[in-house]
């Protein structure tokens, strides 16, 4: 769980670390049994349990084309006995689940996928789970808006520099003498250029490689992609007002946009967007 973003929900009292990863959440078993009696011994205890066991088992087979079926027999046979014994790690080396994840150091503990946190919840008290539930749809719900914000304000600066934009390609690039048809064939090759310095592609080329979509890529696009796609707007305009070729804005534009992503994807700039 490499380069995951660390979240903190409040449940009854307790502070419960959420680790998300590729559009996957964790949530810390824990620091869901602090505060109850047994503390980390629950989980083991919980791990036993036959009935856990057959629902792990079931979330993998759905959720995990890796997941060792055969070990996992073996493990569903011996469990419910006194005897027997399982940590989330031995869990995990056996079977080669997803679900469970056993961490050292840093963000260290038990987690578990979101489902089967819900799960384990339940066995811990049907109340702690309802208000563990309740805190983290908040959670997703806060996330959804702010992330829905910082899009849409992006993507009305975008549309607003493509206004500049295409001033400036009627100012010094539609010839006066054009048919409104052949005027929107420039303004097309134009948004073209930025497509291409940006996205890789024509409007055209990611039409026919995508054809079930709906819209065009900037539809698609990702908040940095479209920040960046408003900033290269704005400098095309300035290098068309300067009279530089097509060829040559699209080489300049295409290594401001490369230098522009590789900021914005950092991780330090990832973390920064986000908070």
């Given at each position: 769980m490499s380069k995951a973003k660390k979240s903190t929900i409040e449940v009854q009292g307790s502070s419960i670390s959420i680790l998300s990863?590729?559009?996957?959440?964790?949530?810390?078993?824990?620091?869901?049994?602090?505060?109850?009696?047994?503390?980390?011994?629950?989980?083991?205890?919980?791990?036993?349990?036959?009935?856990?066991?057959?629902?792990?088992g079931v979330w993998e087979r759905i959720n995990n084309p890796d997941?060792?079926?055969?070990?996992?027999?073996?493990?569903?046979?011996?469990?419910?006995?006194?005897?027997?014994?399982?940590?989330?790690?031995?869990?995990?080396?056996?079977?080669?689940?997803?679900?469970?994840?056993?961490?050292?150091?840093?963000?260290?503990?038990?987690y578990a996928h979101r489902d089967i946190a819900f799960e384990f919840g339940s066995w811990l008290s049907p109340e702690f789970k309802l208000y563990l539930i309740k805190e983290f749809q908040r959670l997703k719900e806060d996330e959804n808006?702010?992330?829905?914000?910082?899009?849409?304000?992006?993507?009305?600066?975008?549309?607003?520099?493509?206004?500049?934009?295409?001033?400036?390609?009627?100012?010094?690039?539609?010839?006066?003498?054009?048919?409104?048809?052949q005027a929107t064939i420039i303004y097309a090759h134009e948004a073209d250029v930025l497509n291409v310095a940006l996205?890789?592609?024509?409007?055209?080329?990611?039409?026919?490689?995508?054809?079930?979509?709906?819209?065009?890529?900037?539809?698609?696009?990702?908040?940095?992609?479209?920040?960046?796609?408003?900033?290269?707007?704005?400098?095309?305009?300035?290098l068309i007002h300067m009279g530089l070729s097509q060829g040559e804005r699209l080489k300049r534009l295409n290594a401001i946009a490369i230098r522009q992503m590789q900021v914005l994807t950092s991780a330090a700039a990832i973390k920064q967007l986000k908070e």
């Open positions: 990863q590729q559009g996957e959440d964790y949530i810390s078993l824990t620091d869901m049994v602090r505060n109850f009696d047994g503390g980390g011994a629950l989980i083991e205890q919980w791990l036993k349990n036959k009935d856990t066991v057959l629902f792990l997941f060792n079926s055969l070990e996992f027999e073996g493990i569903k046979n011996e469990a419910g006995r006194n005897s027997f014994f399982l940590s989330a790690k031995k869990w995990i080396e056996l079977t080669g689940a997803k679900g469970l994840i056993a961490r050292a150091g840093r963000y260290g503990g038990t808006r702010r992330l829905s914000l910082a899009w849409n304000l992006n993507r009305t600066l975008s549309k607003l520099n493509y206004r500049i934009h295409t001033d400036a390609i009627k100012a010094h690039l539609v010839p006066a003498a054009v048919t409104a048809s996205f890789g592609q024509t409007a055209k080329q990611w039409r026919d490689t995508n054809p079930e979509m709906e819209g065009n890529m900037r539809e698609y696009a990702t908040i940095e992609q479209l920040l960046v796609l408003a900033n290269i707007e704005g400098m095309n305009a300035e």
